[in-house]
């Protein structure tokens, strides 16, 4: 069973940074991909950036050039750098593993609050 760790996140003011980390384990198992997704209050949970085990990379177009994600595989470690932050950043974030033979996980997710 492969379980997703997540960890950073918090509160922070409008023009700030904070970064995500989240960590996968759990066994023998291969991730293909990695992302950060997230659902803000009434909204749908929506793409934040992926990254596959290469290296390429795919944001969501809002956030290309703030949010900048990152992956260390032989730990099996996604990282999201955010800059810039805004009030609408705000949501909870939650971390994903596209892993070979089983499927998607997701860990259990950490509040983003963007506020003065």
């Known amino acids: 069973q492969v379980q997703l760790v997540e960890s950073g996140g918090g509160l922070v003011q409008p023009g700030g940074s904070l970064s995500l980390s989240c960590a996968a384990s759990?066994?023998?198992?291969?991730?293909?991909?990695m992302g950060w997704y997230r659902q803000a209050p009434g909204k749908e949970r929506e793409l934040v950036a992926v990254?596959?085990?290469?290296?390429?990379?795919n944001y969501a177009d809002s956030l290309k050039g703030r949010f900048i994600i990152t992956r260390k595989n032989a730990k099996n470690t996604v990282y999201l750098q955010m800059n810039s932050l805004k009030p609408e950043d705000t949501a909870v974030y939650y971390c994903n593993a596209d892993v070979w033979d089983f499927g998607h996980y997701w860990g259990q997710g950490t509040q983003i609050t963007v506020s003065s």
């Open positions: 990254i596959t085990t290469g290296g390429r990379t």
């Open positions: 759990g066994g023998r198992f291969s991730i293909k991909t």
